[in-house]
Nanobody
Framework: QVKLVESGGGLVQTGGSLRLSCATS????????MGWFRQAPGKEREFVTS????????SYADSVKGRFTISRDNAKSTVYLQMNSLKPEDTAVYYC?????????????WGQGTQVTVSS
């Protein structure tokens, strides 16, 4: 079973920065890509960014382009999310997710989430 654990959330003022981490553990699993999603109160979960484990190709939601950066450490099976120029609308629970293969577009494993709150 794969376990994903996020960390690094917290309270920050508008314009501030946070760096989220997502560590994976478990046995006998492969990683095709990893992503970050977020869910604000009363809203549906939305895609934020993803990174291919091989090659490192990235994708970002328009709302975070130029402000957020996803990166990975293959040796540690860890993915990071650097968030700069944070806005109150970035307030949400942030989840990391893992996609094991290219066969399905769905993410297979999810973390428990970490709260990010941006004060105005």
């Amino acid at each position: 079973q794969v376990k994903l654990v996020e960390s690094g959330g917290g309270l920050v003022q508008t314009g501030g920065s946070l760096r989220l981490s997502c560590a994976t553990s478990g046995r006998h699993f492969s990683i095709y890509s990893m992503g970050w999603f977020r869910q604000a109160p009363g809203k549906e979960r939305e895609f934020v960014t993803s990174i291919a484990w091989s090659g490192g190709a990235t994708s970002y939601a328009d709302s975070v382009k130029g402000r957020f950066t996803i990166s990975r450490d293959n040796a540690k099976s860890t993915v990071y999310l650097q968030m700069n120029s944070l806005k109150p609308e970035d307030t949400a629970v942030y989840y990391c997710a893992l996609r094991r293969t290219a066969i399905s577009s769905q993410y297979d494993d999810w973390g428990q989430g970490t709260q990010v709150t941006v004060s105005s």
